[in-house]
């Protein structure tokens, strides 16, 4: 009898799933051991520590999470669109987990500053990548007159953290399409009104 294969297991990607459910506090060396199926000594010698792993794993987010999502406002067509696919990509679900960048945030005051220095210089490049588009989207007349790319920028970023949050509590993919709707609605400019004034008989 062949015996089928062991199932290779990515260290980082066994780690990143652990850290993400459950946090950086409450995830043990004991449990990281376990979900990554390699010895102590391995993580020691390769990583140095539970908080250097914690750091390649927030790197490997990076890269493997956060800057895809991020793709939509990188592209050539710059504007509100853009924007809206970026927040549209938060849609709720019941296997939600927000982002791990925004979730780590929560526990700063635990988190080395080689950790929380990572997750600030992602929310830097989104702040300028969403700050690039609602310029773009100003240029081209789709905000309204009383909307400033700066404060977009801003009630982009408070949405898209409160969401990562808030969908672990709503797993429900209509709450999101409604907030958002109602968040793009403000965006937008003020239709026009066709109404003529009342004339005298």
């Known amino acids: 009898m062949i015996s089928s294969p062991a199932t290779s297991v990515d260290p980082i990607s066994a780690a990143m799933s652990l850290f993400w459910e459950r946090g950086y506090v409450a995830t043990s060396l004991s449990d990281l051991l376990a979900r990554m199926k390699v010895s102590r000594k391995r993580i020691y010698s390769t990583y140095g520590s539970k908080e250097a792993l914690f750091q390649a794993v927030l790197q490997a987010y990076v890269q ?109 993919a209509e709450a999101s399409e409604r907030l958002l709707n109602l968040l793009l609605a403000g965006m937008r400019p003020k239709r026009s009104s066709n109404t003529h004034p009342a004339t005298a008989c």
């Open 64 to 172: 493997r999470q956060a800057v895809p999502r991020m793709a939509c406002l990188m592209g050539p067509e710059r504007g509100l669109a853009a924007v809206e696919a970026y927040l549209r990509s938060w849609s709720f679900s019941p296997d939600f987990r927000g982002c791990l960048l925004w979730n780590s945030v929560a526990e700063k005051e635990n988190l080395s500053p080689e950790a929380n220095a990572i997750v600030q210089a992602y929310f830097e490049q989104l702040k300028a990548a969403l700050h690039e588009n609602f310029v773009a989207a100003k240029n081209r007349g789709q905000l309204s007159n009383e909307a400033t790319p700066q404060d977009l920028t801003h009630l982009a970023l408070n949405t898209a953290m409160g969401m990562s949050l808030m969908g672990k509590l709503v797993p429900d």
